[in-house]
C-alpha cells in the first residue's frame, strides 16, 4: 500500500489455503501484488493434496484479478514481467517441470491485456481454444484433424472479440485446460458464449471430477485423460458424434 510491488511465488495447492487473505487484503484493495503459482495442474510425485486443479476454478470469480496460463517457458517469463507493470493483482499460473523448449527471450515485452494468439486456422469447422500447458498437446491435435487453434493466454480477462470471432466461423469449439472443468476457464468461454446469444456446440477439458492420487505428472496427465493420447481420443470421439449429427440433421431436413 506504500508503493511497492510484491511477488508470491507458492504452489497453488497453498494458495488455496490463503483464499481469505487473498481476497480481503489484495483483491478488496486492488493492490499491485503479482501472484507466481507454481505446480498448477497435475503436480504428481507429491500426491493428491499437491494437485494444483482447482486456481483457476477459484480465482475466476474475484474481481479486479489479471489471470495469466503461458503456453511455454518464454511466455512465462513475459507474462510475470507484464503483471510487474500493472497497478492490479495479477497471478501467472504455470506447471511443476519443464516446458515444450521454446527460446527464450532476452528482452522482456508486455503482453496487452486479454489478448488470445491465433496460432493456426483450420478448414475443418473445429476450433480448439487451449489455456497453458497444455497448448502444445493441442495444436498437434489440431494440425491432426486440420482445426483452428488458439493459445488463449488471459483466463481473466478473457480475449471476448477473438472468442465471439471464432463462434460465428466454427461449427464447434473444444476448450482445454489443465484445471478443474467446473468453474474453469472454458466456462468462462461458455458464459461468454451464453451472454451473446451464440449457440455453438461445446466441449469443456479439463480435470476430471474426481482426485488424481500419486504418480508422476506424466502419469497424473494420463490418469485424467489429458496427456496427448487421451486428449486426442476425447476430441475425435467428440468431433466424430459431431459430424454424425450434422449428417443426421441434414438427411431429416
Not at 512465462?76 to 527460446?103: A, F, H
Not at 467446473?182 to 466441449?203: D, F, H, K
Request: hydrophobic share 45%; net charge neutral.
Amino acid at each position: 500500500m506504500e508503493g511497492l510491488k510484491p511477488i508470491v511465488a507458492i504452489y497453488s495447492t497453498f494458495l488455496q489455503r490463503a483464499y481469505d487473505q487473498l481476497i480481503h487484503d489484495v483483491a478488496l484493495q486492488n493492490l499491485p501484488v503479482v501472484f507466481a503459482v507454481d505446480r498448477a495442474g497435475l503436480v504428481g510425485s507429491d500426491g493428491a493434496t499437491h494437485q494444483g486443479s482447482y486456481d483457476l476454478s477459484f480465482l475466476r470469480c474475484i474481481p479486479n484479478m489479471t489471470i495469466m496460463a503461458p503456453a511455454d517457458e518464454n511466455e512465462c517469463r513475459q507474462m510475470l514481467y507484464t503483471g510487474t507493470t500493472l497497478n492490479s493483482p495479477s497471478v501467472i499460473r504455470y506447471p511443476r517441470g519443464t516446458g515444450p523448449g521454446v527460446p527464450v527471450a532476452a528482452e522482456m515485452t508486455a503482453l496487452t491485456l486479454g489478448s488470445a494468439q491465433l496460432r493456426r486456422e483450420g478448414r475443418s469447422g473445429l476450433a480448439i481454444l487451449a489455456f497453458g500447458a497444455l497448448v502444445d498437446s493441442a495444436q498437434k491435435i489440431a494440425e491432426r484433424l486440420d482445426a483452428t487453434i488458439v493459445n488463449m493466454r488471459f483466463v481473466k480477462p478473457l480475449d471476448e472479440k477473438m472468442v465471439l470471432s471464432i463462434a460465428s466461423r466454427h461449427r464447434a469449439i473444444i476448450t482445454i485446460e489443465e484445471n478443474a472443468i467446473s468453474g474453469g476457464a472454458g466456462s468462462g468461454v461458455g458464459e461468454l458464449l451464453t451472454a451473446a446469444g451464440l449457440q455453438v456446440p461445446l466441449l469443456h477439458i479439463g480435470i476430471p471430477d474426481r482426485f488424481i492420487e500419486h504418480g508422476t505428472r506424466d502419469t497424473c496427465l494420463a490418469r485424467a485423460g489429458l496427456d496427448l493420447a487421451g486428449l486426442t481420443a476425447q476430441v475425435e470421439q467428440w468431433w466424430a458424434l459431431q459430424s454424425q449429427a450434422r449428417k443426421r440433421s441434414a438427411s431429416s431436413g
